[in-house]
Every structure is written in C-alpha cells, then in structure tokens.
C-alpha cells in the first residue's frame, strides 16, 4: 500500500510559480512511476506529466511543455512539480499518482487546488 500527500496549492496571478510536492509512504518500493494529473469543473481528468521510477525518464502534456518540471527527490520519497508561468487555463484540482505493477496508476492523492487569476 501507499499512500500520497500533495501540498503547495494556492492562487496566483497568470504569469507567475506555484511548485506542488507530492510525499509517498508506505510500500514505496513498488511505485514504477510518479505522475500528476488535474481536473477543472465540469471537465474530465487530464493528465499532465510523469516521472519515471529511474528518475530520469520523463513526459509532459503539450500544453505544460517549458513551462512545468518534474523531478524526483530519492532521499525523501518525494515527487515535486515545479510550475511557471501559470495561465488561467491551468486552473484545476492536481492529483498525484503513483503506477503500481504492471504500469497502472493505483495510488492516489487528495488533490490540490491551483487557481489562476488573470
């Protein structure tokens, strides 16, 4: 089992950071992956980036592409997405999720809100 805790949320003006960290427990030798997903109202859950459990291997959705940056922090069993030049559009619920055997995401977290303001 693991469990995931995101923190770093808030409300921003477009153009500027927030950097959302995503803490697992639990049975962490057996996440393959690390990704982030966000969901506005009345919009399906899309997924944004992940991060690969070798640390090193990494994608992005288009639209976040330059803009956001996971990174993994082994010694603390810690997944962070670091977000610049935020735009409206980003406004959403961000969930993490960590890939179980066999490639699925079966681990979730409570989310964070990210507002944006124009």
């Known amino acids: 089992q693991v469990q995931l805790v995101e923190s770093g949320g808030g409300s921003v003006q477009a153009g500027g950071s927030l950097r959302l960290s995503c803490a697992a427990s639990g049975d962490t030798y057996s996440i393959r992956c690390m990704g982030w997903f966000r969901q506005a109202p009345g919009k399906d859950r899309e997924w944004v980036t992940t991060i690969l459990a070798d640390g090193r291997n990494t994608a992005y959705r288009e639209s976040v592409k330059g803009r956001f940056t996971i990174s993994q922090i082994r010694a603390k069993n810690t997944v962070d997405l670091q977000m610049n030049s935020l735009e409206p559009e980003d406004t959403a619920r961000y969930y993490c999720?960590?890939?179980?055997?066999?490639?699925?995401?079966?681990?979730w977290g409570q989310g964070t809100q990210v507002t944006v303001s124009s």
């Open positions: 999720a960590a890939c179980g055997v066999g490639g699925i995401y079966k681990y």
